[in-house]
């Protein structure tokens, strides 16, 4: 893993993947020099699309009020566009499919509660539509061994799951934050994918990051991922100085730096 030079050394890209918890936003605030960022990179035409594992409701709003092309939530299930005063939506599945998933999800959490009784729900639940959240590091903090002995549960039922930094999510679909961005990154940008892959660089701090990591040729990891490399097949191509927001800042500041 290099260190992130002061100038991109790859072409500049048509647009820019980011997580946002403990990537963009610093325990769970937006400062002023992040949200510079943000709209220095819409000023040079970099399309920035937040992937996050945060609530269908946070990306909507994301969407809405950032200088940002668009919003992905729940690790890469629902996306949203502000396309003039108006937020598109995407749901990867039907209404009745998605139907019967909330009530697939509503069944597992009472499992869960039953199996696990010390265990928390996430403080977002209420935004979500596709996956279901436990709070495992955000005001909680729960050790990787009970961690996994929950995730066994999860998947032992039929559910797939993901670990950030904060929390475990349990989902039915089959969308990561790779497939979802992809899928986003076509639908809404026309890029194709085998381009996206190889030009549009992703940047992120945790677990739920790696099938981004994996599957992204341009990666970034701010200093802060350096507690879960454990947990990445593939760790990111490069690593910033500074952590989080200020981790950031740096990408946006070489990027920049690349186009004179």
């Given amino acids: 893993m290099q260190t992130l030079p002061e100038s991109w050394p790859f072409s500049r890209p048509l647009a820019l993947l980011t997580d946002l918890d403990d990537t963009v936003l610093d325990g769970g605030q937006l400062h002023s ?28 709003v994301a969407a809405h009020h950032w200088p940002i092309f668009g919003a992905i939530g729940e ?15 995407h ?15 509503r069944v597992l959490r009472t ?3 039953e199996a696990f009784p010390w265990l928390r729900d996430a403080g977002d639940v209420r935004g979500r539509v596709t996956d279901h959240a436990w709070d495992i590091g955000e005001t909680e903090d729960i050790s990787v061994a009970h961690v996994s002995l929950v995730r066994a549960f999860l998947e032992a039922h039929g559910a ?14 089959t969308h990561d934050k790779a497939t979802g961005a992809l899928a986003f990154l076509y639908r809404e940008l026309q890029i194709d994918p085998a381009v ?12 739920n990051d790696r ?4 599957a992204f ?3 970034v990891g701010v200093a802060n991922i350096d507690g879960q490399l454990h947990a990445l097949p593939r760790p990111p191509l490069f690593r910033t100085k500074g952590a989080r927001g200020h981790g950031f800042c740096e990408l946006t500041r070489s990027l920049l730096a690349a186009r004179g």
């Fill in 75 to 89: 690790n890469g299930s629902m996306a949203y566009r502000r396309v003039g005063k108006v937020v598109q939506t």
């Fill in 196 to 207: 996206a892959l190889d030009s549009v660089p992703f940047i992120g701090d945790s677990a």
């Fill in 160 to 173: 797939r799951t993901a670990t950030s930094s904060i929390h475990l999510h349990a989902t039915f679909d």
């Fill in 211 to 214: 099938p981004c990591f994996s």
């Fill in 33 to 60: 020099s992040v949200l510079q960022a943000l709209e220095s990179l819409h000023h040079a035409g970099i399309a920035v699309v937040a992937i996050t594992g945060r609530p269908a409701g946070w990306a909507e």
């Fill in 111 to 113: 499992q869960v509660q």
């Fill in 91 to 105: 749901d990867c599945v039907p209404p009745d499919i998605r139907a019967e998933r909330m009530h697939q999800l």
């Fill in 217 to 219: 040729a341009q990666t």
